[in-house]
């Protein structure tokens, strides 16, 4: 790639935007989903969001192809559900630094998929360990924090158990399986109007 094909380009810029927007929506969407269910539906949120978001995550990758798209489409997305009071500062800062590392990876594997597929699982994987990070090392302060929010002791811990030990464990597994299965969902879709699906 060339200098002048390797520069970002407003255009880049907004369908990142717009993307990241929708993955917002799906976050907000898939929490919401999960919320009014049985609590272990937390577990698989971000594997749901994984799947879903797979194949915008495959399409602007390939549309864009430049260092930093996945940590700006992933960033932003959850800086944006952030913003409305559901999501974490801690995930944010997981995804992020799992993005910078994912574009590393993308970047230098030539925007393969199999990369972008791997790494869009780590980013899922991230955001759920943003959100289990207090809850194995911080207890305490996350038990006080929900009951000054109105929730009684038993609620808490009926939804600690799902964020803690072998629960933990298979949200960050499923998070990175989904989140693979999301993108080559995406590979299937979008190879009619992608060359380069490899």
């Not at 272990?40 to 971000?46: K, L």
């Not at 409305?84 to 998929?113: E, H, Q, Y």
């Not at 791997?118 to 955001?127: F, N, R, S, V, W």
Request: hydrophobic share 55%; aromatic share 12%; charged share 10%.
């Amino acid at each position: 790639m060339n200098a002048e094909n390797n520069r970002w380009k407003i255009s880049h810029f907004v369908l990142i935007g717009l993307m990241a927007a929708i993955y917002a929506a799906v976050i907000y969407g898939v929490g919401m989903l999960t919320a009014v269910t049985i609590p272990i539906m937390h577990v698989f949120a971000p594997s749901m969001t994984g799947i879903l978001m797979g194949p915008i995550v495959l399409f602007v990758v390939k549309t864009v192809r430049r260092f930093g798209v996945l940590t700006l489409l992933a960033g932003l997305g959850v800086a944006l559900f952030t913003l409305t009071g559901m999501g974490s500062i801690n995930c944010l800062i997981f995804v992020v630094i799992a993005g910078l590392i994912s574009d590393v990876i993308i970047t230098k594997t030539g925007f393969k998929t199999l990369s972008i597929a791997a790494c869009h699982g780590l980013t899922q994987a991230a955001y759920f360990g943003g959100g289990v990070f207090p809850f194995i090392f911080f207890l305490e302060r996350e038990l006080a924090k929900w009951q000054e929010m109105g929730m009684s002791l038993d609620e808490i811990r009926e939804y600690v158990q799902y964020f803690t030990g072998a629960f933990a464990v298979i949200g960050l597994v499923s998070a990175v399986v989904f989140g693979i299965a999301g993108v080559y969902i995406g590979k299937l879709i979008l190879k009619r109007h992608f060359k380069d699906m490899d």
